[in-house]
């Protein structure tokens, strides 16, 4: 009996969390990490990207869709709550071993040696969406720090099937043409009608390494449109220069109220994503 309540309660949490994120755009108010979140190139002919973040006592992963949306579109999302687990992104399953699959584990901090997954979910790229596996598969956490070289985690899934195992192997980097190369993307998006503005630099540190996230800023707005003040709320350091740094520089049009313009006391989120898009523009 104690089994089957267990069971029904993973079930209903399941169903919670979908209802929270699913369907909604990352830069939602509500569903922002508490720290700060990374993202990882999931599939760049579907221009898709998995999410990472804490909210509350939950770690969560998303999968986002961008399309024409500034910030794109949750699809799907799987949450893990005990303190000592985290995901795992270089994960294989000999029972599916093209398939790109993610796991948890209790490491040690600095242990990057392989483990076998305590739960662990294979990504339907069609679907967009996470199935639960009950196969074996075993995770590395080796090989994360370094340059993009424009993959994303399907061509690492094609690696660790050749293997069969994963890891990082140096000397197979990712066959790319011009045309699907990397190229970094950042969007933006704020209450009121930009009128001119320039796009935030992508860091050279952040690019080098691969880093991803959003960038949340609060932002006063002037009554003739321009900015008075940008403060970073949360998101990378080595990134939330460069957003503040654009921002400060945009002009908005003037928010009219009653027949007068007001101030504007606002949210911008900015999301620097390592993306297979050939514009830098949302």
């Not at 898709?48 to 770690?59: F, Q, S, V």
């Not at 979910?121 to 424009?150: M, N, P, Y």
Request: net charge neutral.
């Amino acid at each position: 009996m104690l089994v089957g309540l267990l069971a029904a309660a993973t079930v209903t949490q399941a169903q919670d969390i979908k209802q929270r994120f699913v369907g909604k755009s990352p830069c939602a108010p509500d569903i922002q990490s508490e720290r700060s979140d990374f993202g990882l190139r999931l599939d760049k002919t579907r221009n898709t990207e998995l999410l990472y973040r804490n909210i509350g006592n939950a770690k969560v992963l998303l999968i986002v869709e961008y399309l024409q949306q500034d910030c794109g579109l949750i699809r799907d999302v799987i949450q893990i709550t005990h303190p000592a687990k985290d995901f795992e992104f270089r994960c294989f399953d000999p029972q599916a071993p093209s398939d790109v699959i993610i796991g948890t584990s209790i490491r040690k901090y600095g242990n990057v040696k392989l483990v076998t997954a305590i739960e662990a979910w294979r990504v339907d790229l069609k679907g967009q969406k996470f199935i639960q596996t009950s196969h074996k598969v075993t995770c590395s956490a080796e090989g994360w720090a370094g340059g993009d070289d424009g993959s994303d985690l399907v061509d690492e899934a094609r690696k660790y099937a050749a293997h069969h195992k994963p890891g990082q192997f140096a000397s197979e980097e990712a066959a790319l043409s011009k045309d699907t190369q990397a190229t970094p993307l950042t969007r933006v998006t704020i209450g009121g009608s930009l009128i001119e503005g320039i796009q935030p630099k992508y860091p050279g540190e952040a690019l080098r390494k691969g880093i991803t996230g959003t960038i949340v800023l609060h932002v006063i707005l002037e009554k003739d449109g321009t900015v008075r003040q940008v403060e970073v709320v949360s998101g990378q350091p080595v990134l939330a220069q460069a957003a503040v740094d654009a921002v400060r520089e945009w002009k908005y049009q003037p928010t009219i109220l009653n027949g007068e313009a007001v101030e504007v006391d606002t949210l911008a989120y900015v999301i620097f994503a390592l993306s297979s898009a050939r514009k830098t523009n949302p």
